[in-house]
């Protein structure tokens, strides 16, 4: 999620890590920060689907290509190559 903000949801207020991994382990996060007003709806879904604590309710990876802000996005070329180079 730092690819869209540059900041990591799960930091929130501080930079201690142990607060940190404390936070994702309890899924609490935000999406915070100078860029997220500007990121679409559908990419803040399918991060927050991702993002989901409970496996059961959790984007899974089929769900997430198939996923609106994906499809459009792959198919008007913006995240192709940004998508391929992070992997």
Known sequence: MRRFSGINPFQL???????MLDNI??????????AWPMISDQAKDLV????????K?????????????IVLSCFNGSIVVPLLSSL
């Open 13 to 19: 207020d501080t930079s201690d890590d142990e607060e």
């Open 57 to 69: 309710l959790r984007t899974d990876a089929d769900e997430a290509s198939r996923h609106a802000w």
């Open 25 to 34: 382990e309890l899924g609490d996060y935000e999406l915070v920060g100078e």
């Open 48 to 55: 927050q689907g991702l993002l989901q604590k409970n496996p």
